[in-house]
């Protein structure tokens, strides 16, 4: 049987979805792509937002665990800002390639076939030192932007829109509520008291203890596994993405 390992670039494919104008559902994608194969595993990498953002941390840890549950390892890194004292601007840096490569590398004997979602040219030495190890590497990327030295490189090539009937996230309803209405784990408060009720329209599918107004007594609830399909974006671009998507929606008849 064939081991595949899956490596996504997970900055390059929130732009490409931005572009596309649809989003990624990676249980989908972990599906479709290690069918009929033995897996060797598949590896997310992202930066975090900062913690000096609590609310994004909270959005980010909701989509780390589904895809931990799904069966990816996630490999992150807080985004370092950097100030540029000049200016008085400031810059998010979280490059993760050499965590990438590292990874391809550090497992080249475990799999035969490599899926590389990304379109950095950056990899080009690596994936032509696979292919010297007699490895496949397929790429899968928005063509627009994916470096054509990455394409040659590749043993094959995949624009995402050939995926996209497989892999596309289906679209849910805009929430309109302000965000602290949205707490994280689909609460909301009743604003004519202190007690939280389950929202039946809660995104993401987890469950919690759920204080009641009357006693200390906490409510115990069986864990259930993440909604895949509703899971938000995690960082800040997603979220302007999200608000403008919001107000095309009321745009229209």
């Known amino acids: 049987m064939e081991r595949v390992a899956l490596f996504i670039d997970g900055a ?4 490409a979805q931005r572009e596309n104008g649809w989003q990624i559902d990676y249980k989908k994608v ?3 792509f290690t069918d009929s194969a033995e897996v060797y595993g598949a590896f997310y990498f ?13 959005r980010y840890r909701r989509f780390r665990r589904a895809l931990i549950h799904i069966g990816f390892t996630v490999v992150d890194k807080e985004v370092k800002v950097i100030k540029d004292y000049a200016t008085g601007q400031t810059h998010l840096k979280g490059n993760l390639d050499v965590e990438l490569v590292f990874r391809m590398l550090a497992g080249i004997e475990g799999y035969d076939r490599a899926v590389l979602f990304g379109g950095d040219a950056d990899f080009v030495p690596v994936i032509n030192h696979l292919r010297n190890m007699a490895k496949e590497v397929m790429c899968v990327g928005r063509r627009q932007t994916t470096a054509i030295d990455l394409i040659n490189a590749s043993s094959d090539f995949k624009d995402l829109e050939e995926y996209r009937h497989i892999i596309e ?4 309803a805009a929430d309109y509520r302000p965000y602290s ?3 994280p784990g689909g609460y909301q408060r009743e604003h004519t008291s202190d007690h939280y009720r389950r929202s039946t329209s809660s995104p993401d599918g987890f469950s919690y203890g759920a204080k009641s107004p009357d006693t200390s007594e906490t409510s115990r609830y069986e864990e259930k596994a993440p909604s895949y399909g509703d899971v938000p974006f995690h960082d800040e671009e997603a979220e302007e993405t999200e608000r403008d998507g919001e107000k095309e929606d009321e745009g229209r008849p």
């Open 169 to 172: 996230k289906p679209r849910r």
């Open 30 to 32: 972990y599906d479709h």
């Open 181 to 183: 209405e949205r707490t």
């Open 12 to 15: 390059s494919m929130f732009y």
């Open 46 to 58: 992202t930066a975090t937002p900062p913690a000096a953002h609590p609310e994004k941390v909270e």
